[in-house]
């Protein structure tokens, strides 16, 4: 699997209902992506979650080389919805790779809406978390709802579709299968390609009849007993 | 029973919502907003009451009036947020009112910080309120033990007609955690004949009230006061002991800490190291016998008491409890800062060495 595959876009943008595994998608995807090319960019844009940011990781990301954008370090943990001026690189250097982690919802989502002509003159992909264990996103339907609420927000189309079912520590297959149903049947209703599975390394090889690329992680926005 | 994977806040908020609860009333503040973003849209769906007050100060007198006509009310805050509530909650314990606060605690004092913290277990377990009043203090430690707790404290808040708190540090409201709705066993309770919900056919007004004119009525109230807390004490005073049967070292810890120390645990004891882990389920009624008990056993040597605080609160309720049968040491960070089990199997290590 090549990040290429997930990534054939300049920007990727990462959106879904809070608690899917943005972060943890948009962690692993940096990784990935800083293993193919030079210049990746992440953006911690939520500003909805104080906890479990991307943030969290600067020292993992910064030594695989990804350079990490996020409010500047004095205000770090201050619950205000400032965003950083460095952004604007990701959005205007088109020499750079970048994923912005999004907030989640609609709320989280809005952020996007000051910059939207900038993103959309740009080669772009917004990506749509689903996670089928969570209670709110859990049926096509009312992923869908939150899906359009977010392109409402934003003005922007959705491009894809990332599976990432899990249940933490307790992940089986079983739970990842029942996501790749969740978004096959998004699929069917919106026509929104399936970009992706997400799923542990170990069990990447117990999923490879899965027509669509399965992305293998490392599980990275650990809690502090795991 | 099928999981699913819940957010601490929200799971908060659903399970008063599974639990009957039918007025709810907050003010947003990190790291507990999703409890009253959750209830603002999903209450008024199940036929409840939400109202976001226009301040903590606001929310508790809310409780105080929805819980005198005899509702299931609830509001909850992070820390600086509680400390606003405490007038109210001494006037819901002098008016013997049911109802559940929930804090999500942050780093203080002050402001302090959004980050997770336990430096609210004095205002919680002694009252920042004023008055001889004690609330009974539910302290989860996972996303699953929150919701099963916050369905509980709604019964023991009805059956002793008191305040109830359930304090979680912000992680715990913050994490995501695969849960299961299993049944909560329901209490028989007694009826709310005395609530002020219209005279009806009684023959006497139901009066709600912690005013006293006369001190020899104040007196015989905090009387009957004590009676009942003595009754909470007998009956609900929870904890839980991990190998702790054979254990020379045994951590007392809460919530998070508690967490990070069964990893802890697990490292120690594949090294050889007998170590426990004694976890107060309830902060008041704090399980002193249990661990005066457990102090007492000739194979504990000495405690490690972790607290997210700087220097330590319920430290003073285990060194009560241990009563100087053997020393109690301290870990603890504040301000956000949660200890590590790196840190904790150090410190046991270092312990162990010392006592032998």
Redesign the interface.
Known sequence: MTAAAMCAHRITIITGHYGTGKTEFAVNLALALARERPRVMLADLDIVNPYFRSRERRDLLESAGIRLISSSQACSDADVPALPAELLAILEDRSITGILDIGGDPVGARVLARFLPKIQAEDYQLLYILNANRPEVRTPEAAVRYLRGIEQTTGLTCTGLVNNTHLCGETTLREIRKGAALAAAVRDVTGIPVICHMAEQRFTDSLSDLPETVFPITIQMKKPWE | ME?????GNEAIAEAAIRAGCNCFFGYPI??QSEVPEYMSVHLPEAGGVFVQSESEVAAINMVYGAAGAGMRAMTSSSSPGISLKQEGISYLAGAELPCVIVNCMRGGPGLG????SQGDYFQATRGGGNGDYRTVVLAPSNVQETVDFVQQAFDIADQYRNPVIVVCD??IG?????IEWHPVPKRNLPPKDWAACGRRDRDHHNVINSLYMDPEECDRHNLHLEEKYAQIQANETRWEAVHCDDAEIVITAYG?PA??A??ALETLRAEGIKVGLFRPITLWPFPEKALHELAGAAHVRAFLDVEMSSSGQMLDDVRLAVEGQKPVHYLGHAG?V?P??EEMVESVKRLEKEVK
């Open positions: 999981k699913e994977l819940w957010k990190t790291p910080t959004i980050q997770p912000g992680l913050q994490m995501m955690e695969p998070t967490r990070i069964l990893t956000g949660m590590t089990v």
